[in-house]
């Protein structure tokens, strides 16, 4: 039995298309890093290209398969760019939001449960930080990020997540007396969680 059939009529060997590829891996990683400066990003690019395409393969002549997965990497180069650029601005109009966020009056914060400050203290150290920052000592986003050595963008996804979490904590702590703003709280008895 013969293990790999040759195509003949188009010069076509299925499993030497992927031979040449493998050995223009390194090529194609150097080629990858450069456009996108990262090691891991190429990689990553490099390794969905080769499983997306790996069927493609069949039809690719030995000749013109270098070529083909170039243009197939250069495409997915410009996907990454576009994707990343897209998330960048998401994270941007992120943090504009919640720098231009109107504080809450000075009154109202009388009228929060005591146990929130001590819930928050409950969270993961860098969101409990940026809670006590931002929310209670009323420092700007930009400040925070730049006082942490982080973009405006993730500081906002930070206070974003560590809002969320901080929510369900009180939520699952304080019950039914979460949903109505925590006025009149009955949960102040409860020993620390």
């Known amino acids: 039995m013969h293990e790999a059939s040759v195509d003949e009529s188009h010069g076509r060997h299925p499993g030497r298309a992927l031979e040449i590829l493998l050995e223009s ?48 990497l250069r495409n997915a180069v410009i996907d990454h760019h576009r994707r990343r650029a897209t998330a960048e601005k998401a994270y941007e109009a992120f943090a ?49 990020a730049t006082e942490k050595g982080v973009s405006p963008s993730n500081a906002g996804v930070r206070l974003f997540r560590a809002r969320k979490a901080l929510r369900r904590r009180v939520i699952e702590f304080c019950g039914i007396c979460a949903e109505h703003g925590c006025f009149n709280c009955s949960c102040r008895a409860r020993p620390n969680p």
């Open 25 to 72: 891996y390194r090529s194609f990683l150097q080629f990858l890093e450069r456009r996108v400066g990262s090691r891991e990003a190429a990689e990553d690019i490099l390794q969905d290209a080769f499983t997306r395409n790996l069927a493609k393969l069949e039809d690719a002549s030995e000749e013109a398969v270098i070529p083909w997965f170039y243009r197939t």
């Open 96 to 144: 504009r939001e919640i720098e231009t966020a109107e504080n809450p009056p000075e009154d109202l914060y009388a009228e929060i449960c005591t146990c929130v400050r001590r819930l928050a203290s409950t969270l993961k150290p860098e969101y409990a930080e940026i809670l006590e920052a931002v929310d209670v000592n009323g420092t700007p986003v930009k400040a925070f």
